[in-house]
């Protein structure tokens, strides 16, 4: 295994799995074959191990494992995925115009905390706002799908915004 | 956490809300996309155009709760032009936040910001066109 680790900068993420998982869009589709992805990770951390990589510098087989780690991380999860797709577009992923132009879609966020904040008492209550909030996650991950295939880039950092709001509610869910 | 950001947070002043069809009420609701904040803050304005009332409920980080809480002790009692030019900043140094946590700061900011804008297209539009004046004022 030979690795470009001399280079100053982290190689793209999807490369370092290449031949493993498609090409990300909008030459390839948004979602990764998550098995083949973790299959490939495990694989290629094996070979930087200290004990098989043989003859390797010891620091840099970790940093390349801190890089391919992260690398994965990324990809698995939607989210970061699509935020490393925008900025593979030269797209900050952070969009500060979501307060200002979608009023209702804040009203939306603040009643589903609100709910959230009225029923802690009630389990039936929150695994059901949890699954409704699994559905929301879903649409939102769809239209990013279709905007990013599309290369409809503004739409997809749109949603992608949409979607970090309802990953918060996730983590709140998650803690109770 | 500071103490300053502990105190607000473990004890927020004036949570709630204000009913957003009284005429003399204004009110901005901003989010940070970043991390999925989301603030609303509620004023009640005189005939003077003091804000004698003032309300929020913010839903996030400890230092976007304590920046929220925070604002409304300053607001109150001020006028419009002077609950406008609050700055972030004022806010950031009363809590001692890290550059990390400035967007909590910017947040409560735009949260002023934004209520008083929403007061005010309330003013010039008629009390029947209240969900009108909320998509002008945010707009």
Known sequence: FHSSSCQSEAKNFYKQFEGDISDPPPKGPFDIDLGAL????????????????????????????????????????????????????????????????????????????????????????????SQENQGRKVQEINEIRKAMESSNWDSALLYVNRLRYWNTIDKILHDL | YHKNVLDHYNNPRNVGTLPKGDPDVGIGLVGAPACGDVMRLAIRVNKDGVIEDVKFKT?????????????????????????????????????????????????AEDAIKSAVKHYRSKQLTPVGTTAGAIESATA
Request: one cysteine or more; hydrophobic letters at 35%; glycine letters at 4%.
């Open chain 1, 38 to 129: 973790k299959s490939s990770y495990l694989r290629k951390m094996k070979t930087l191990h200290p004990d098989v990589a043989q003859g390797k510098d010891a620091a840099l087989a970790q940093r390349d494992s801190a890089e391919l780690s992260k690398a994965y991380n990324t990809l698995k999860a939607p989210l970061t995925r699509a935020e490393y797709i925008l900025q593979l577009q030269g797209i900050n992923p952070v969009s500060e115009d979501i307060s200002n132009s979608d009023p209702e879609f804040l009203m939306e966020i603040m009643d589903v905390h609100e709910n959230i904040s009225a029923s802690r008492d009630s389990p039936e209550k929150l695994l059901q706002l």
């Open chain 2, 59 to 107: 839903f996030g980080c400890g230092s976007a709760i304590a920046s929220s809480s925070y604002v409304t002790t300053m607001v109150k009692g001020m006028t419009l032009e002077e609950a406008s030019k609050i700055k972030n900043t004022q806010i950031a140094k009363e809590l001692c936040l890290p550059p990390v946590k400035l967007h909590c700061s910017m947040l």
